[in-house]
């Protein structure tokens, strides 16, 4: 927000020079990022602009008496209130849900989106441009002067921070001003000159006729203020900040007015605003009130009572402050204390922000001021903060894909349902069963991620367009499934990594294919990652998925539960994502590993005597029921007490020479006693016994 510096002293009674007031504000959660110097495009002022950065929760500093109360609290000076008393405004005709004065009648039809209608009639206008002063304050604020009548409305949006509208009151159909819903493919033509069409979840401004302007957003071109404008009825209302925000997005229209309901205005502003635009317009416009105030709520907006312990206070600040002492640092932030063992804090409406005793802590350390807070640490200390154990393993597992040479990708924990059909993703999968979002931040991120794969390729895509193909990528993250029984969806933490292209730095003297990423790479990674763990041995099995190459794709088992996939991107999916021809990528369920994770190996003592190893090839169908991890267990079985490991280390399949639809695995033994060394005899025994069980037990033929 562009605060001017000459029009904010207006408010304080006190001289604080620019560079002071931008670190009192910026202490004190006000960032002000820059003072430039401004001149008029007349060259008749000029002046200082605070550029003011504000926090989505801070509606009250967008406006410069907000500005200026938080300024003079900060520096302890007074603040200066510019409204001006009407009797007229001071005593409105009110009602709760239509009231009607002389020629104007205004009605709520919509509670929810507009809870609160004030409405004002001024006679005898004369509208025209604006005197040198306004003209000059809108364009230091940023606002294009436009007449007196609607840079007053301005005037006031950027002083107080309520924003108003004003009617060419002769163009409303009996003068009935009406709040509601806009119906189905309603139209209308708005003061930007284009037409909107709107729905039953929007709130709109009409008379009896049709809808006159956006709620909270901008007027209609049928009613706006001209230069033949004698009569104008002034609006200055109280919207629900979710529809008026759901109703910019949706528009893509953002306005001066839409920004400050959507982060809160006060509901008890209203009638100070119209007291304060009716006194600038007379002045600048000519006119008079021609009536009493019409205020139409369908409730009340009362104040927020709440405790605060001086004591606790003190503790979570580290300060030694007295109950006085904190009573008087709120109320220089506008909010009523009563004094007494504890304090009572009565919560000004302009403040939602401040919902518990924690905030009121808070408003007491800004106001005292950080710098003032000695650095000391808190006494009484049992204990230090640690990670727990599930975080350090989670960390444990970060370092160990990087050190199999992976970098992290970062996200977003929204998705597009469209990339799972980018991936291919098999529509009855669980993960297309996601959580739509019901105010989506963008219109491509649209529901909660239910896996991490598409933002992998994602990210390999992006650095393929820039010719980088030799990626390495992993994704340490949480994924989201709906749950019908629960307002909130159960969350689980994935890991997954893409890889593409060569993995060695120099490979000019190589052969092409050396060093390529594919199945049996990525493969290593999940072995190491889970070695690094000390999660027990995994299981691989093979799987046919539609986003992984038909062949060349396994499911990851832990303890015969599936934990995850692994494999070669599919033809049809990396040619979707334009990556390089054997892109290979894993997502396993985080979560589940780290159930059986441990942070300490437990000690193993180096064996003292040698080991006797053996290799054991055998003949068998080649399908699914006789994969290695099934053949190890059986050897496992039938070899012995003396049998330490079993590795395949080879596969061999020749239809002339071992017969079609066979294959040949070889695996090496590894025999060892822990209290002597083995004898031939003995090792010969248990290979006997291993050669026996898998020609007889499982039909496999031994090559000799």
Known sequence: MRV???????????????????????????????????????????????????????????????????????????FVDPVTSFPEIDNPVTDVKKASRGPVTVEIADPVGCPRYSALLIDGVNVGPSPDWLRHRMEAAGIRSINNVVDCTNYVVWEMGQPLHAFDFRLLKDGHIIARRAEEKEKLLMLDGTWQTLGPEDVVIADPMGSVALAGIMGGTD?????????????????????????????????????????????????????????????????QIAQAT????????????????????????????DAAAMADLLRRLGFGVEEGELLTVEVPTFRPDVEREIDLVEEVAIVYGYENIELTVPGHLTSTGRLTEQQRLRRRAGELLRECGLYENLSFSMMDPSDLDQCCWPRDDVCCDFLALANPASSDLTAMRTTLLP?????????????????????????????????????????AA?????????????????????????????????????????GFVRQKHSTFHPGKCAQVQLEGELIGLLGEIAAEVAEAYDLPDGACAFELDLDMLLERAVLYATYQPVARFPAAERDLAIIVPDNDEFASARLIEEIEQAAGEFLESVTPFDVYSDPQQIGAGRKSIAFRLVFRADDRTLTDAEVEAAMSAVH?????????????
């Open 498 to 538: 893409v890889m593409t292209g060569n993995l060695l730095t120099a490979d000019w003297s190589l052969p092409t294919e050396q060093g390529q990423v594919d199945f049996y790479y990525m493969k290593g990674i999940i072995e190491q990652l889970c070695q690094g763990l000390g999660v027990p041995e995994l």
């Open 4 to 78: 001017p510096y000459s029009w904010l002293q207006d408010y304080l009674q006190a001289d604080i020079e620019v560079e002071r007031l931008c670190h009192l504000l910026t202490m004190g959660g006000l960032e002000v990022e820059e003072a430039r110097d401004w001149t008029a495009t007349d060259g008749e002022a000029s002046d200082q602009i605070l550029m003011t950065t504000v926090t989505p929760n801070r509606g009250d500093l967008l406006s410069m008496m907000g500005v200026a109360r938080h300024a003079a609290a900060l520096s302890g000076t007074d």
């Open 223 to 287: 009613t706006q203020v001209s230069e033949t404008t004698s009569r104008v009825l002034l609006e200055s209302a109280h919207f629900d900040p979710v529809a008026i925000r759901r109703t910019s997005l949706r528009l893509g229209v953002g306005t001066e007015a839409s920004y400050r309901f959507e982060r809160h205005v006060d509901p008890n502003l209203t009638l100070p605003a119209l007291a304060r635009a009716a006194e600038l317009i007379m002045m600048t416009a000519g006119g």
């Open 455 to 495: 933002g992998l390729l994602a990210a390999a895509a992006r650095n393929a367009r820039q010719r980088v193909t030799d990626v390495a990528l992993y994704e340490i993250g949480t994924v989201f499934y709906p749950e019908t029984e629960k307002s909130l969806p159960s969350e689980r933490q994935h890991v």
């Open 294 to 321: 019409i205020d139409v709520k369908t409730r009340d907006f009362a104040t927020q009572s709440l405790q605060l312990r001086p004591a606790r206070c003190n503790s979570i600040l580290g300060t030694d402050l």
């Open 692 to 704: 026996s069980y898998v020609e007889e037990e499982i039909g496999a033929e031994v090559r000799k």
